[in-house]
C-alpha cells in the first residue's frame, strides 16, 4: 500500500489554488449524512469501499462537516449512538508537543482513520465539475466513481479536484487519516480533531467560467482616489454600478471613492463577467504600507487592538456555522476589538467576509506551526529541511490565492513558533511576488529577516516601554545589520495578556505603553475563546479540557485561555479589554476630556450622555454637546453639573453611545464612558457616641453590646441574632490558573502551598476587656514553618454597631525558605467568616457591577448595585478565585428571616461571598464538585493581589503585590 499520507509531498490531483468567490455557477452542496466507518490504522476499511456497488447499509452514519471524535456515531442497525469524547481515542489536547513520535515524515501505525461515503445526484445538463473541500483533517485520499481523484494534506486550507462528474448518482468516497506527515507542520496549541469538517460542494465548470481572479483596489489618501484593476483568468468584464466602471479585466480605473477601514468598513458591490461565469465583486479600496518604521492603512497609523482566535465551539469543535462566526465578530466589535489574528491558520472563508462586511483589520496566518521540534532541539525541524519546502511552500500559497481579495487581510503571517531556517526565505520571496501590496509578520526568528514587523510574545511592560524608545537588548545571535534593520521595524504584539482562568490583568497598563509610541502598531490578546467541550460524565456537566482526556503527552488545562467561555458567554477579563481599548477616552476632573482614540474616523457617530450621582443615588443626567474631534485629537468640554449640598461622593459619568443602529449594535450602545469624582462630602470619621464596656455574659460568652464573644478564642460567635464564626485573619485564596505560572516559573501556589499559606493555624494569646474595648492577640502561622502574623483585634461598641480595628506584623523569616528564588507575599490580606446559609442577597456602594482586582477595575464604575450570592459568582471552567469586588464603602447582606448586615469601611474595603470556602474552591476540578457548605462564608479584605498574566507571561509586577509590612485597617458590622 502506498503510504502517501507519510510523504513529504503535499497532496496530488489537486487543482491550482484559487481565490475563495461567490458566483452564479451552479454547485451542489454536499454537507449532511455521509456513511462512515472509523479503522485502528490507516488501512482504513481496505480497497472496495470505493466501488459504486459497495454495500455500506451496515455502516455508521454521520455528519459532515463535523469531527468525528465529537460528533456521535449512529449506528444505522439501530444501536446507540456512539461517543468517543472524554477517550484517548477522542479528542486530544496538546499545546507544544506532539501527539506522535517525532521520526518525521513517519507517523504510527495506530493511526485511526476514517473511511466516509456518499452518494449524490447529478443534474442531466451539468458538464465540467470542480470538488471542493474547504477543511479536511489530517490527510485525505479521494475517489469519485471508483476512480482516485488524488490525495492532500494542509488541514485548514481548502483543496479541489477536477470531478468528473455523470448524470444521476455518484460515488464520492473520502479516506480521512488522522495523523500524517502534515501533523508535523500542524502543532498549533489547540486539540486535535480529525474529520471533515469544513464545508464540502460540487461546483459546475461550464465553458468560459472564470477560475482565478485577483483584484487590486488602492486608495490614494491625498487624492482621494481609488485605482482598481482585476486581473482574471478568462476574459471578463468588471462592472461596479456605483463607481460608473465598467471595463475589461485587467484594465485601470481611477475614481473618487471613500476608503475601507475597520472604523467604516465601506464596500463597493459589483460583477465580474465571463462567458460561462459572474464573480460577485465586494471591493474595499485601501492601501498598506510600513512608512518610517510605522504601519499605516490609507496614509494613517493604525494600532490593532485585536485578539488571536483559534475557531472553537463547545459542541462542534472547528465546524463553525455561519451564525456562530456572526456571533464571534458582533461580539468583538461590541467590545471595541478591531483586529483578528486567525491563530494560526486561515479561518473558514466565511469569516473573512463577515470581517470585510463588518470591519476588522485581520493578520492572515499560514496552516503551519512545527513547535513540537523543540523537544529535538530543533534538530529535523521543517523550516530547515528542504525536503519540506513543498509542503510549506503548498500551505502558503493556498493561503494568499484563497484571501488574497480580501480588503480586511492587511497582513500575511507566515508561520507561528517554527524557530528558523532557509525554507521562510522561499516563502517570503513567494508572497512578495505575488502580492506585494500587503506587509509580512513572522515573529519566531530573532533575525526578523523575512519579516516587516519586529514582534514577541508576552514581554514584560518594562521591555515594551524599552521597545517604544527602541531602546530594547540586542538578541541573541543576530548580526549587527540584521539587528540594525531590526530596530527600523514597526513593533507588532502578536501574543500578549494571557486570558487563562480569572484574568488578564495590567490590559489598561499594556495598552497605554502601545499608545506611547508610533512604534507600536497593534496587540493581540491570547485568546478569544476557552477551548472547553461540553461533557457529561458522573453526576454533572461541564467543560471537558485537556486535563480530561487519558491521553499522554496532555497539556491539562492549558486550552482554557481565552477571553469567552466555551459557550461565548463573556469573561470578566473580555469586560476590562473593552474599557482598555476602547475608541473614546473620556476623563473628568475640572472639565470633561473627550480624547478620540479612532485610527480614521471623527465622533459624529457617537452621542454624549452625562449622569450626576450621589452615593450611587442619580440626582441628575443629560445629553453632554461634543464638538467635532478628529482621528488622534481631543477636545475639552466644561462640567455639565456641579455638586449639590447633599453629603457625600459626587460622581460624573459620561458615556458615548452610537448614534444609530449598526450591523453588530442597536442605537445606545455603550462604547465607551468615564467617571470622576467631583466632591467627597461624605464624613471621614463617625461621631462620639455612647459606648458600652466589654463585661462577663451569665452564659460564659463575654459581652460587648449585643455582640458576644468566645472567651478562650476571642473570635466573635454571635452578632445580635446572628450566629457568626470568625473573623479570622486569611491570606490564603483559591489559586487563579496565573497563580500558577508556566512550567515551575512563577509559580506562586507553590510556594503558598508549600510554606502553608491555605492552612493557617491560629493561636490565641491574649482575650482581654480593657473599658470600652475588647483586645484579642494572637499569632497565625503554618505547621513546620518560623514565618507568622501577630495580629491584634480590638473591638469596640457603640449604639450603631461594632468595630474592630486590626493590627498585622509579619514576623519570622517570611524570605528565608526553600523557595528563594520566589519570596513568600500571601495573595490576601483580611478577614474571613462564616453566616447563616440565609443570607442570599448583597448591595453595595464600590466598584461593579462585575469582579476586580486591583489590576482588573478600569471596567467596575463606583455606584450602588445589588446582586444575589449566586450571581456573585463568575463561573471559570476550572474553579478558582474568583467574585472579588473592590473599594466598597459599604456593604449590606440580607436574606429571609435574618436581620440586615451592614459592613462598613474606613474608608474602604474588598468582598467576596460564596457557599463554600476558598480551600472548597481550591480543591474542585470543575464547577459541578462546588457544593453548598450551609453557609455563607465573607471575605472582608484589606489587600488581595492582582491577576497578571504568568500563566505564559511575565511575573505580577509588584505594585499589585501584597506588601508584607506592618498594616492596620478598620470595618464595622452592624444589624438593621
Not at 455500506?56 to 468517543?84: F, K, M, Y
Not at 509542503?391 to 513558533?417: G, Q
Not at 478558582?880 to 447582606?893: A, F, K, S, V, Y
Request: proline residues 8%; charged residues 25%; hydrophobic residues 35%.
Amino acid at each position: 500500500m502506498d503510504a502517501y499520507w507519510e510523504s513529504f509531498t503535499p497532496g496530488e490531483g489537486r487543482r491550482r489554488p484559487r481565490a475563495d468567490a461567490l458566483s452564479d455557477a451552479r454547485r451542489i452542496t454536499l454537507n449532511g449524512r455521509w456513511r462512515f466507518r472509523l479503522s485502528p490504522t490507516a488501512a482504513g476499511t481496505g480497497p472496495a469501499f470505493v466501488r459504486a456497488g459497495f454495500d455500506d447499509s451496515r455502516w455508521d452514519e454521520i455528519t459532515v462537516p463535523a469531527h468525528w471524535v465529537l460528533e456521535p456515531v449512529t449506528p444505522l442497525a439501530g444501536g446507540p449512538a456512539r461517543s468517543l469524547r472524554g477517550t484517548g481515542e477522542g479528542p486530544v489536547y496538546t499545546n507544544t508537543a506532539l501527539p506522535v513520535p517525532l521520526d518525521p515524515p513517519l507517523v504510527p501505525t495506530e493511526n485511526p482513520t476514517g473511511d466516509y461515503r456518499l452518494v449524490f445526484r447529478v443534474p442531466d445538463d451539468w458538464g465540467a465539475a470542480v470538488l471542493r473541500f474547504q477543511g479536511i483533517d489530517s490527510c485525505a485520499k479521494v475517489w469519485l466513481n471508483g476512480e482516485p481523484l488524488g490525495f492532500s494534506t494542509g488541514s485548514r486550507l481548502p483543496v479541489e479536484f477536477d470531478a468528473p462528474v455523470v448524470p444521476g448518482e455518484n460515488v464520492l468516497a473520502v479516506r480521512v487519516h488522522r495523523w500524517s506527515s502534515g501533523t508535523y507542520l500542524e502543532d498549533q496549541d489547540m486539540w486535535w480533531l480529525p474529520g471533515i469538517f469544513r464545508d464540502v460542494e460540487v461546483i459546475e465548470r461550464p465553458d468560459g467560467a472564470i477560475d482565478d481572479h485577483f483584484v487590486h483596489a488602492d486608495f490614494d489618501h491625498e487624492t482621494g482616489l481609488g485605482t482598481l484593476r482585476v486581473e482574471a483568468s478568462e476574459p471578463a468584464v468588471v462592472e461596479i454600478p456605483e463607481l460608473g466602471v465598467r471595463m475589461a479585466a485587467g484594465q485601470s480605473a481611477t475614481v473618487p471613492v471613500e476608503p475601507w477601514s475597520a472604523e467604516s468598513p465601506r464596500l463597493y458591490d459589483g460583477t465580474l463577467t465571463g462567458a460561462g461565469e459572474t464573480v460577485e465583486l465586494r471591493i474595499g479600496f485601501r492601501t498598506v504600507a510600513v512608512v518610517d518604521g510605522t504601519l499605516t492603512v490609507n496614509g494613517r497609523r493604525v494600532l490593532l487592538r485585536g485578539v488571536n482566535r483559534h475557531e472553537h465551539d463547545p459542541d462542534s469543535g472547528r465546524a463553525l456555522d455561519h451564525q456562530t462566526m456572526v456571533r464571534d465578530i458582533v461580539l468583538m466589535k461590541q467590545h471595541n476589538i478591531n483586529a483578528v489574528r486567525t491563530s494560526h491558520y486561515p479561518p473558514h472563508p466565511d469569516f473573512l467576509r463577515l470581517c470585510d462586511d463588518y470591519g476588522l483589520w485581520v493578520v492572515v496566518e499560514c496552516d503551519l506551526e512545527t513547535h513540537g521540534f523543540i523537544y529535538a532541539g530543533w534538530e529535523g525541524n521543517p523550516p530547515a529541511d528542504t525536503r519540506w519546502l513543498p509542503a510549506m511552500l503548498d500551505r502558503t500559497r493556498r493561503m494568499v490565492e484563497r484571501d488574497k481579495n480580501r480588503p480586511s487581510v492587511i497582513i500575511w503571517s507566515l508561520a507561528n513558533e517554527s524557530w528558523v531556517g532557509e525554507n521562510f526565505d522561499a516563502l517570503e520571496s513567494w508572497v512578495r511576488d505575488r502580492d506585494p501590496s500587503r506587509p509580512i509578520h513572522y515573529e519566531r526568528d530573532p533575525s526578523y529577516r523575512n519579516s516587516d514587523f519586529y514582534s514577541l510574545m508576552y514581554p514584560a511592560q518594562e521591555l515594551l516601554e524599552q521597545i517604544g524608545r527602541r531602546e530594547e537588548p540586542r538578541p541573541e545571535g543576530v548580526s549587527d545589520e540584521e539587528d540594525s534593520r531590526r530596530r527600523t521595524l514597526p513593533f507588532l504584539l502578536c501574543e500578549y495578556a494571557h486570558a487563562m482562568g480569572n484574568g488578564p490583568g495590567s490590559l489598561v497598563d499594556y495598552q497605554r505603553i502601545l499608545e506611547s509610541s508610533d512604534r507600536f502598531c497593534g496587540a493581540f490578546v491570547w485568546e478569544w475563546i476557552d477551548h472547553g467541550f461540553r461533557h457529561r460524565a458522573g453526576d454533572g456537566e461541564y467543560f471537558m479540557h485537556g486535563g480530561d482526556v487519558a491521553y499522554a503527552p496532555n497539556g491539562g488545562r492549558y486550552c482554557l485561555d481565552g477571553l469567552l467561555f466555551p459557550d461565548r458567554t463573556p469573561s470578566p477579563g473580555l469586560h476590562e479589554l473593552k474599557k482598555a481599548i476602547e475608541p473614546v477616552a473620556i476623563e473628568i476632573d475640572t472639565t470633561v476630556s473627550i480624547r478620540n482614540r479612532h485610527d480614521v474616523r471623527g465622533l459624529d457617530h457617537l452621542a454624549f450622555r452625562w449622569r450626576l450621582e450621589v452615593d450611587g443615588e442619580r440626582r441628575e443626567e443629560g445629553d453632554l454637546p461634543v464638538p467635532p474631534v478628529p482621528p488622534g485629537e481631543s477636545a475639552e468640554v466644561p462640567l455639565p453639573a456641579r455638586p449639590g449640598g447633599e453629603p457625600g461622593e459626587w460622581w460624573l459619568t459620561v458615556e458615548a453611545r452610537l448614534v444609530g443602529d449598526t450591523p453588530w449594535a442597536p442605537a445606545g450602545h455603550v462604547v465607551a464612558w468615564g467617571q470622576g469624582l467631583l466632591a467627597d462630602g461624605a464624613p471621614r470619621s463617625r461621631p462620639p457616641r455612647a459606648t458600652t464596656p466589654a463585661r462577663q455574659a451569665d452564659d460564659g460568652l463575654i459581652a460587648l453590646g449585643d455582640a458576644r464573644f468566645d472567651p478562650v478564642s476571642g473570635g466573635l460567635v454571635r452578632l445580635g441574632s446572628v450566629k457568626v464564626d470568625g473573623p479570622v485573619l486569611d491570606l490564603g485564596r483559591a489559586p487563579i490558573e496565573n497563580d500558577r505560572g508556566q512550567g515551575g516559573v512563577n509559580d506562586l501556589a507553590s510556594v503558598w502551598r508549600a510554606v502553608g499559606l491555605d492552612r493557617l493555624r491560629h493561636r490565641t494569646d491574649l482575650v482581654e476587656p480593657d473599658g470600652d474595648v475588647l483586645r484579642v492577640a494572637g499569632r497565625a502561622a503554618a505547621s513546620a514553618h518560623p514565618h507568622a502574623l501577630a495580629y491584634r483585634f480590638d473591638w469596640c461598641h457603640d449604639d450603631g454597631g461594632l468595630r474592630v480595628d486590626v493590627s498585622v506584623d509579619f514576623t519570622g523569616p517570611w524570605a528565608d525558605t526553600p523557595h528563594r528564588h520566589l519570596e513568600i507575599v500571601p495573595p490576601r490580606l483580611g478577614l474571613r467568616m462564616s453566616l447563616p446559609a440565609a443570607y442570599a442577597r448583597a448591595r453595595w456602594f464600590g466598584r461593579g457591577p462585575g469582579e476586580s482586582y486591583v489590576d482588573s477595575c478600569a471596567a467596575a464604575r463606583v455606584g450602588r448595585y445589588d446582586a444575589t450570592v449566586e450571581e456573585l459568582q463568575v463561573g471559570y471552567p476550572v474553579p478558582q478565585e474568583n467574585g472579588n469586588r473592590l473599594d466598597i464603602r459599604w456593604l449590606e447582606l440580607s436574606g429571609p428571616g435574618v436581620p440586615l448586615l451592614r459592613v462598613d469601611g474606613s474608608p474602604t474595603f474588598g468582598f467576596a461571598a460564596r457557599r463554600w470556602t476558598s480551600e472548597e474552591l481550591g480543591r474542585a476540578r470543575h464547577r459541578h464538585e462546588l457544593v453548598d457548605s450551609g453557609r455563607l462564608w465573607l471575605n472582608v479584605d484589606h489587600a488581595q493581589q492582582g491577576l497578571g498574566s504568568a500563566a505564559c507571561g511575565p511575573a505580577l509586577p509588584e505594585r499589585y503585590r501584597v506588601p508584607r509590612t506592618s498594616t492596620t485597617w478598620s470595618v464595622r458590622l452592624s444589624l438593621h
